[in-house]
């Protein structure tokens, strides 16, 4: 059987939305499942609506994501071009109306479009133009395209009967012929129409699988009736669900919902992204969560995918996120993470030991400032902070801690995280005390915040000793203002 050919067909406008860059994975997924191939096409036919940079966004946004094409504009391949607007400079889209012109699936249509666009908006929803240029003789045609008037060329749609056709998620689609509007395949300035240009190049690239929203569900039939007037066979159709916002809204750009480079900036990784969106709609057979694109690849199946519509959750997109942190190897992370710290920390400290705790404990990179802002400089804090209640900790607790600790650290002649926890534990020992009561109040005092990426030890190892010490200082001396 011949290999999957798919097609990622995004219009230039600017922004990956969400549910486009799902559209493009699921293409890439079920072309390499089956060892085919993956094709990049540029739909840019609506001159209006190009975005200047767009296509950048585009070629930058898949190769992050590792969304390699097999055939494209930028590395070409046997079914070029692969951009619309290149490819109707051949005139092949004219070409291909004319001749559906001749095989009685289309025809001339000389109506001025300011009055039907007027009688389409008075009609409103489910307007089905009856076009008087149908029956026109072939010499009157000829006339008028002689004399130079401007025409465009309309699909001929046979009112009578159905058409259907059955689509890998949403099953069996059947409609009514008399409902299908005779759509507009070749434009009066030569340019095809989204509804003409992606059968012909769909047909012409040999695509095996069209997978899009759900969007183009209802105008399928419509495509699949030009294929039938020319005798080409149709491809496999897989429509997917919206992406939602919640359970009302679809997630958009106009409602300012995040595109893929949003949530690049706000920190998460393009792999646990790539992750995220695969699951929106499609599930694995078991209950695993964690896939690399390879094992996606292998383990994804159009049988899968749901029509129900997916809510996008950034809680859980988080989560995914986080899991991946903790999962990369440590120098990678401390690559990674590196351009964070440096803006937030200008002292001398271990940054790869900093890197180790925030490892341990990063959802998502913009985390890291906030997290160790601490790092250069104490802020100011309240000891009501050393107030808690399951480390069995109070302000009286902490001042006796905090001075023990002062004692112990002074008397470490060697400063590093063993000799350091060996210090701390062995004083709540010594004292008869919980290790809290000693951990808390310390951490407490050479951060000042309740929630930070490490524990006492690590933060007084990044810190080191004098730092430390100057700080345990500081919060004894507020303990004892505080409690006289
Ligand atoms: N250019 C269309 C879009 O961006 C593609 C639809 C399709 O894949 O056929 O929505």
């Known amino acids: 059987m011949e290999k999957a050919r798919t097609r990622f067909a995004p219009s230039p406008t600017g922004y990956m939305h969400i549910g486009n860059l799902r559209t493009a994975l699921y293409e890439y997924l079920v072309a390499k499942k089956d060892g085919g ?52 400079q051949c005139g092949m889209y004219k070409e291909y109306a004319e001749k559906l012109v001749e095989l009685g699936g289309a025809h001339y249509c000389f109506c001025d479009e300011a009055v039907l666009a007027k009688e389409r908006e008075e009609a409103g929803e489910g307007f089905l133009y009856d076009d008087p240029c149908k029956y026109l003789s072939k010499e009157e045609i000829a006339a008028k395209i002689a004399a130079g008037e401007k025409y465009v060329i309309r699909q001929n749609i046979d009112p009578e009967g159905t ?91 106009r409602n300012g919902d995040a595109s893929f480079q949003d949530l690049v900036a706000k920190g998460y990784l393009p792999a646990a992204i790539m992750n995220y ?55 990678a992370w401390y690559e990674l993470a590196l351009p964070y710290m440096k803006n937030a920390i200008k002292s001398d400290v271990d940054l790869h030991a900093v890197a180790a705790i925030l490892q341990q404990r990063t959802d998502k990179l913009t985390d890291i400032e906030p997290n160790v802002d601490f790092i250069d400089e104490l802020q100011e804090y309240d000891t009501a902070l050393f107030v808690h209640k399951k480390m069995k900790t109070t302000e009286e607790i902490a001042l006796k801690s905090l001075i023990h600790c002062k004692e112990m650290l002074e008397g470490l002649e060697e400063y590093n995280m063993e000799t350091l926890h060996d210090g701390y534990i062995g004083l709540a020992t010594k004292l008869e005390m919980k290790n809290g009561q000693i951990m808390w109040p310390a951490r407490i005092a050479i951060t000042g915040k309740d929630k930070t990426p490490g524990g006492a030890v690590e933060i007084s190892n ?23």
Request: include cysteine.
């Open 37 to 88: 191939t993956f094709i990049l096409r540029i739909e840019d036919t609506d001159q209006g609506r190009i975005v200047e940079g767009a296509v950048d966004i585009i070629y930058n946004t898949m190769k992050t994501c590792g969304l390699h094409h097999d055939e494209g504009p930028d590395i070409g391949g046997e079914y070029g071009p692969y951009v619309q607007s290149e490819r109707m």
């Open 163 to 253: 058409t259907s056709f059955d689509d890998e998620v949403y099953g069996h689609i059947e409609v009514e012929n008399s409902v299908l509007d005779e759509q507009i395949l070749l434009k009066s300035d030569g340019f095809p129409t989204y509804n003409f240009a992606n059968v012909i190049d769909d047909h012409l690239m040999k695509i095996t699988h069209v997978v899009r929203g759900n969007e183009y569900l209802s105008s399928t039939p419509k495509y699949n009736l030009i294929y039938d007037a020319f005798g080409w066979q149709k491809p496999t159709y897989v429509h997917l669900p919206p992406v939602m916002k919640d359970e009302h809204h679809k997630l958009s750009k």
């Open 277 to 331: 969106i695969a699951l929106l709609g499609w599930s694995p057979a078991d209950n695993e969560e964690i896939f690399t694109l390879e094992e996606l690849a292998e383990k994804f199946d159009v049988s899968r995918i749901s029509k129900s519509p997916s809510i996008f959750d950034i809680e859980k997109l988080t989560w995914m996120n986080g899991m991946y942190i903790r999962n990369m190897d440590a120098e």
């Open 462 to 484: 990044i810190l080191g000793k004098e730092e430390t010490i100057r700080r345990i200082t500081v919060g004894i001396e507020k303990l004892q203002a505080k409690l006289g």
